[in-house]
């Protein structure tokens, strides 16, 4: 089945121009949206066709300037869902041979650290054990070990700490980078301030097609990566997609010297002596980066929408995000943000998991979640297997993926119990 499906899409030979404004020749895969999602997919299409004639478009002026260079690009394979482990281990196993091979993405292992109080200890216990019996690295540290390694930390209601060790940040334009080089060497075209207002549609009110302001373009596929904006997009032709932006934000507090760069630099937990990736019971984070901490906080009562554009409030850090930092972390008092930025997380309505499903005719990559970043390359691997008709991918790290479970007909997605 698969096969055939494959060979009746590689002998769409004839392609199609309709023509509004400029002469523009029709692609047989037009992605639209060149953000981790969308150019991991083209990636892994051109690895498995070199042939292919693909067009990726993007409104803004380089690749990952919408969600992904906003992200804290932080990476875990600790999650309860074996599809969410899954989709992460194998990206993290990639990255990791980017990283070895070619150098240069930023991939740092400093561990993820979960400080836990006592109720939160106990309600994590089922999960954490059948995590260890899935073979996911991590260490439970006791109170008196986190006070010895980390001598700024204010212990109050704190019991334990869960540190993830396949766990990490890495830079996310750099990876990015990587992605857009290697499709262009495949003979990628891609286009960047070409924004898509709509999409054309066939005889059968499938998508067959882009529409930009210059031109139309059509395509055997679409795939849409438009990350937080996916809903929106295709809303306009009537295509619903369940998924909703949410507003997330980020504060940057210098720590190139003094107490902070004392913690920043905390050494014992991983080989870059560095704090890891720490997150406090009330899940505000602290991800270290060159010099300085990038704090952040996921709110669950944020409510959905896109703003446009996004900038980081001063007073939710202060409201969400100080009195969290300071009561464990002292050092942090009379500091205060010197840059903020926000983005949007694009939140799967059913699972908080991504999907690759067809909507329309459109292939739509989408749903991330607030976890693009640490599941891009499995995602682009299961689009492009979506793409060519076959059941299985392998991903980076061996293991093997049955695509249809991502998708939205045929979904095998267990809840996630370890969220942050
Ligand atoms: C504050 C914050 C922190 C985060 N932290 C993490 C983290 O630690 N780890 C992690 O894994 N993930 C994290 N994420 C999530 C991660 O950034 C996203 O999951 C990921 O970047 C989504 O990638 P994408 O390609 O789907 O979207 P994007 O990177 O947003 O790419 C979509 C692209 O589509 C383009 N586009 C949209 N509409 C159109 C149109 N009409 N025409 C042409 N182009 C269009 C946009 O310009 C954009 O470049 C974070 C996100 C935020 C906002």
Known sequence: MAGAHRNAYLSYKKLRLERVGAMIPGFQVIIVGAGILGLASAYHILQREPALE??????????????????????????SSPVNRALSQGSIAFYDRIEGERGGIGLKKIGYLWLATARQAEERRAVLTSMARAGVRFKALEIRELSARLPDLRTVDLHQGILGLNCGILEPLKLIKFYEQEILRMGAQVRYRVEVSGFTLNSQALVSGI???????????????????????????????????????????????GPLHGLLTTSGFNEHSLLPFTILPGAAYLRPAPAS??????????????????????????????????????VFQGQVPTQ???????????????????????????????????????????????????????????GWFKVADLGLQQRAVPPEEFVI
């Not at 679409?222 to 932006?245: D, F, K, Q, S, Y």
């Not at 926000?342 to 067809?358: K, N, Q």
């Not at 640490?374 to 297997?385: E, H």
């Open 54 to 79: 693909l067009l990726v478009v993007d409104k803004k002026s380089g690749p990952g300037e919408g969600d992904t260079a906003r992200s804290a690009a932080a990476f875990r394979d600790m999650f």
């Open 211 to 257: 529409r930009t302001r210059e031109a139309e373009i059509s395509a055997r596929t679409v795939i849409v990566a438009a990350g937080a904006w996916t809903g929106r997009l295709l809303a306009g032709v009537g295509i619903e997609v369940p998924i909703t932006p949410r507003k997330r934000q980020l504060f940057s507090i210098p720590a190139r010297e």
């Open 293 to 330: 901490f990038i704090l952040g906080f996921a709110n669950p009562d944020q409510p959905p929408g896109l703003e446009e554009p996004a900038t980081g409030d001063r007073g939710f850090y202060d409201m969400s995000i100080r009195p969290q930092v300071e009561r464990y972390f002292p």
């Open 340 to 398: 903020a930025w926000a983005g949007h997380y694009d939140d799967h309505l059913r699972d908080s998991t991504p999907f690759v499903e067809y909507l329309g005719g459109a292939l739509v990559v989408a749903g991330s979640s607030g976890s693009g970043v640490m599941k891009a390359d499995s995602l682009g691997r299961i689009a492009a297997g979506r793409l060519l008709g076959q059941e299985s991918v392998p991903l980076g790290h061996g």
